[in-house]
Each structure stands twice: as C-alpha cells, then as structure tokens.
C-alpha cells in the first residue's frame, strides 16, 4: 500500500539567464514500511524534489505535477492546511542540523514545542515525551541532555535530534535529505543505525535522499537514479547495483572505492552535468556517455521497463549493458 505517491513533478525557477528546469516529470510510489533511495549528482534534482514534496520552494518555483500523501492531494494546498502536515503526517530531516536547529534554545524546548506544535498537551507531558524521543534516537543520559543546547552536542548528536524532532509526531512518511553529508563515516554509520532503528519500531516510510551509493547499499529497498532533473533508473537495490540498465548508474557504481578486486584510479564519469537551462534534444547523458549512439542524440528516451517488469531506465542502449556483463 502507497503513502506517498509523485506523479509527473515539475519544477521551473525562472532566472535573468533563462528558466531553470529543475526537476522534470519526477514520478514514483513509496510504500507503507519501505526505504527508498533517490540518488545522483548534486544538482541532479534530489533535494528540489523533496522540497517541493513539503512545499518549501521560494515563491518564484514555478511547480506542477501531483502529490497524494495517503490518496490526499498535498500539492498546491494552502499554506495552513499544509502547515498542518508538515511534521504530523510528514517529517523531513535536512542536510545540517546546526541550521536547522535555534542555537539559543534548549533541544528539550525544541522538541517539546515541535510535540506541542500538533497536539493539545501540557509543557510537562512534551517535556516528557523529549525524553523519550531522545531515548529514541539513542542519545545518551536522555534525562540531563534533553536541557543541553544545540552548541553542546556533537555534529552526530544533532543529526540524531533532528531525527527525535522528526519524528515528534509520528509521522507517516519521513524525507531524509543528505542526513550524513556532514559527518565522518563512524557518525555515518551511527545516524543511519538510528534511522533503521527509528523505521523498525515505528513502521515510518523513509525518502532518503542522498548522492553515496554507500549510504544505500545496507538500507535501502528500492531505488531511484536522477540525472538532470528526471528520474533515469529506477528498482530494488540488488537490481541496482548488481545490474544498471543505464550507463550513468554503471558509471557511478564503478567509480565507488573497493576493497577488492580493480587497484589504482577509481573510474570517472567524463564532462560535466548539463545545464538544466537549455537542455538540447536527446538524452542528457548522451555527451558523457561511452554506448551513446545516434538516436540517443536524437530524442530522450522515456523511463521504461528492462529486463525485469520491476526495473526500469531511461536508456535505448540497456542491452548493450547487459551483454559486456556491466557492472
């Protein structure tokens, strides 16, 4: 059963040098209980995406599309019925918790308002309810930190909070955007152990989003390849990383570090992304892309299934991969 379901998103902000097509027919299902990755280069339209699903755009994003967060049309709503979402039926951690969190007010004042924010309880029980939100995420002596401000705590410890904080009320659906970017890979490790933990106990339906293909191999479900704006790749993690369709994600597969097997120089990727300004006719990873042929420069081609109903690209060429063993 689908909680949140994305149909044809597109977004456009209009700039003196032309419109930028940020996010371009993005569509896909998240299911009750699942994890899914959305994954690519910056700039590629992750965050854009997520942004708009919680209707954080500036004012001059020009969006369209649908979505149904549990069959209820969320897009294009009034700010107050949407205000009324955003953190009760939807949460969403963000890339740096420091920004994110008010420097001059106590972790357990913020989690206790973000508590009181959707529900009619005294400042006693939403001090409680911090507590236990702390002990949660397994943040440690719960009791003495929740009166700990945002300065006191490590970069790891704030990712972990932002997760209590978002998951205050719990939600059905929680969008994850870059929640490890900033830390070392030890406090990686520990925030996306609390993230599972966190899906384990209370069934929440997570968007992670993010740009390491490391992040999603241990967590991920399914999982979504976005290269200039539009979704390129799209099936379950195994799918993915044991058999790309589309020569971008082959391509971000091998230039990831390994402990076995190829030395020396990790592979990369040729060129740059294109601009989402003027994109020209054909795929936009024709310029990049070692099997491109004609046809690819001629027209883009549409996400469609492969050789699995349940895996599908945006590649005329998904063959070819198949047949050199790719990856």
Request: aromatic residues 4%; negative net charge; contains cysteine.
């Amino acid at each position: 059963m689908s909680v949140l379901e994305v149909r044809d998103l597109d977004v456009r902000f209009p700039t003196e040098d032309g419109t930028v097509h940020a996010a371009r027919s993005v569509s896909f299902v998240l299911d009750s209980g699942e994890i899914l990755a959305v994954v690519g280069e910056s700039g590629s339209g992750k965050s854009v995406t997520a942004m708009a699903i919680m209707g954080l755009l500036p004012p001059n994003a020009l969006v369209s599309g649908s979505v149904l967060l549990g069959g209820e049309e969320i897009l294009g709503i009034g700010r107050h019925r949407l205000s009324r979402i955003r953190g009760r039926r939807i949460g969403m951690i963000f890339q740096d918790p420091m920004s994110s969190l008010n420097p001059v007010y106590r972790i357990g004042w913020q989690l206790a308002e973000a508590v009181r924010a959707h529900n009619t309880v005294s400042r006693r029980a939403a001090q409680a309810r911090a507590v236990e939100l702390l002990q949660m995420v397994g943040i440690p002596e719960a009791e003495r930190r929740v009166n700990g401000y945002p300065h006191e705590f490590s970069g790891g410890m704030r990712q972990r909070v932002m997760i209590a904080m978002a998951m205050a009320n719990e939600p059905e659906v929680l969008i994850a955007d870059e929640p490890t970017t900033a830390l070392d890979v030890t406090v990686q490790a520990q925030v996306l152990e609390t993230l599972m933990r966190v899906k384990e106990t209370s069934g929440v339906s997570i968007l992670l989003i993010t740009h390491d293909l490391g992040v999603v191999a241990s967590m991920a479900d399914r999982v979504q390849v976005m290269y200039a704006g539009a979704v390129v790749e799209s099936g379950t993690s195994d799918e993915i990383f044991y058999s790309p369709r589309m020569p971008y994600t082959a391509a971000l597969l091998r230039a990831m570090p390994t402990l076995v097997g190829r030395h020396g120089r990790l592979d990369q990727i040729p060129g740059a992304p294109p601009s989402l300004i003027a994109l020209g006719a054909g795929c936009p990873f024709a310029p990049r892309c070692a099997l491109a042929a004609e046809q690819c420069r001629e027209s883009e081609p549409l996400l469609a299934p492969t050789d699995a109903a349940t895996h599908l690209a945006a590649c005329v060429r998904w063959p070819e991969l198949l047949d050199r063993g790719v990856q």
